[in-house]
Every structure is written in C-alpha cells, then in structure tokens.
C-alpha cells in the first residue's frame, strides 16, 4: 500500500499570503496523484489531478507540482474562501487507492 | 447538472447491515466507474470500494472485504452498498463518488455525492 504524508498538518496564513503544501509518496506514484479541498460539512471536491491538471472550476490561484514522491499543492494569494482542508490522492498502485491525513489551513 | 443523491445510513447495532444508495443524475451513469469513500468523525478519507462499468468488477478495501458489497444497476442510474456484519470502527460519512472521465478508469472523483452518515452503536 502506498502510504501519502502531508505536511504540514496546519498552516496558518492570512488572506493574501502564498500557502504551499506538501504531499510525500512512500514510493513512486509518477503524476497519478490529485489534490482535494474540504470545507466543514461538505464533501470533497477534486482541485488538480495528475499532478498539474487544474480541474473545471479550480482558480487559476491553485497549481500542483511534482512527479515521483514529492508533490506541492499551491495557493498563490490566499482568498477568505481557500481557508478550508486538503488531501492528496494516488492512484499508481492500488487497490488500495489512498489518501494523505489533510492539511488543514487557517486564517492566522 | 451532474448529481449524486445518498440514501440510506442512520443508527446500527453491531454485527447489523445497512443498505446505502446513491442515485445520479444529469449524465450516462453506465458509461461511469464509481466509488465509496468514508470518513470518520474528524479523520481523513479512506477509499472503500469500486466498482466497474457494468458491475463485473469490483474492489474493496482491506478493512471491509468480506463484509461489504458494491453494486449497481444502470437502468436504474444507482450504486449501492451493503454493508454487513457492522463494526464500531465502520462508523463514517460514507461519500458515494463519479470517475472524473467517462470510459476510462482514472480513479480521480467527481463529483461525489453530499454523504450520509452510518453509526455503529448498541
């Protein structure tokens, strides 16, 4: 089972601010790797996919990096509507298909 | 649109089963794989199960095969389920989810269905 560790567990930023997360593989996953945000309450909604790919919807503010087993999901200025969490997702090797612990981010 | 509508879940005994349902909506459900995805109160997400585009193949998660089973009928444009022989640490919002792309198995999701929540408690 490939196993994603996100860091940090909490970012505080404030509005404005550039927020970079982390997303390691335990072993090469290439670009089969997606980000979600979560807000309280609501289900996941799919941001990137394959690693760069922004998904309909997603804010050009948003971008993914990486390949192999370290990823950086990016939030380039901080809008009020961003403060919410966020997984990373591999499908290189599964089942299972598995998802990171979340990156919390909040307002400072 | 694209939706998905969840049905079902609530308050179990242990060892009892539910029957979890999730209809679609605004696209050609049988050209879709689908998922099950849960989490439990203030945990992160864990991949339950999926299911092929006719049904003919499924997966599951280590900690419920065996005792859970996924399935579907296209005419009716749902997935279900079943979920037997529940345990405490079942206990989750279960999240029925789409593949992004139609035909062809990418395992991203979109959309996912609003989630319901399943209880395993005496």
Same mark, same amino acid.
Request: glycine share 10%.
């Given at each position: 089972e490939i196993v994603l560790t996100q860091s940090p567990a909490t970012l505080s930023l404030s509005p404005g601010d550039r927020a970079t997360l982390s997303c390691r593989a335990s072993r090469d996953v290439r670009t089969d790797l997606a980000w979600y945000q979560q807000k309280p309450g609501q289900p996941p909604r799919l941001l990137i996919y394959d690693a760069s790919n922004r998904a309909t919807g997603t804010p050009a503010r948003f971008s993914g990096s990486g390949s192999g087993t370290d990823f950086t999901l990016s939030i380039s200025s901080l809008e009020p509507e961003d403060f919410a969490l966020y997984y990373c997702q591999q499908r290189?090797?599964? $089942? $299972?298909?598995t998802f990171g612990g979340g990156t919390k981010v909040e307002i400072k | 649109q694209e939706h998905l509508v969840q049905s079902g879940g609530g308050l179990v005994e242990p060892g009892g089963s539910l029957r979890l349902s999730c209809a679609a909506s605004g696209f050609r459900f049988g050209d879709y794989h689908m998922s099950w995805i849960r989490q439990a109160p203030g945990k992160g997400l864990e991949w339950v199960s999926y299911l092929s585009l006719t049904g003919a193949t499924t997966y599951y998660a280590a900690s419920v095969r065996g005792r859970f089973t996924v399935s579907r009928d296209n005419a009716q444009n749902s997935v279900y389920l079943q979920m037997n022989?529940?345990?405490?640490?079942?206990?989750a919002v279960y999240y029925c989810a789409r593949a992004l792309?139609? @035909?062809?198995?990418?395992?991203?999701?979109?959309?996912? @269905?609003?989630g319901t929540l399943v209880t395993v408690s005496s």
């Amino acid at each position: 089972e490939i196993v994603l560790t996100q860091s940090p567990a909490t970012l505080s930023l404030s509005p404005g601010d550039r927020a970079t997360l982390s997303c390691r593989a335990s072993r090469d996953v290439r670009t089969d790797l997606a980000w979600y945000q979560q807000k309280p309450g609501q289900p996941p909604r799919l941001l990137i996919y394959d690693a760069s790919n922004r998904a309909t919807g997603t804010p050009a503010r948003f971008s993914g990096s990486g390949s192999g087993t370290d990823f950086t999901l990016s939030i380039s200025s901080l809008e009020p509507e961003d403060f919410a969490l966020y997984y990373c997702q591999q499908r290189a090797s599964w $089942p $299972p298909l598995t998802f990171g612990g979340g990156t919390k981010v909040e307002i400072k | 649109q694209e939706h998905l509508v969840q049905s079902g879940g609530g308050l179990v005994e242990p060892g009892g089963s539910l029957r979890l349902s999730c209809a679609a909506s605004g696209f050609r459900f049988g050209d879709y794989h689908m998922s099950w995805i849960r989490q439990a109160p203030g945990k992160g997400l864990e991949w339950v199960s999926y299911l092929s585009l006719t049904g003919a193949t499924t997966y599951y998660a280590a900690s419920v095969r065996g005792r859970f089973t996924v399935s579907r009928d296209n005419a009716q444009n749902s997935v279900y389920l079943q979920m037997n022989n529940l345990r405490a640490d079942d206990t989750a919002v279960y999240y029925c989810a789409r593949a992004l792309y139609s @035909g062809v198995l990418q395992n991203w999701f979109h959309p996912w @269905g609003q989630g319901t929540l399943v209880t395993v408690s005496s």
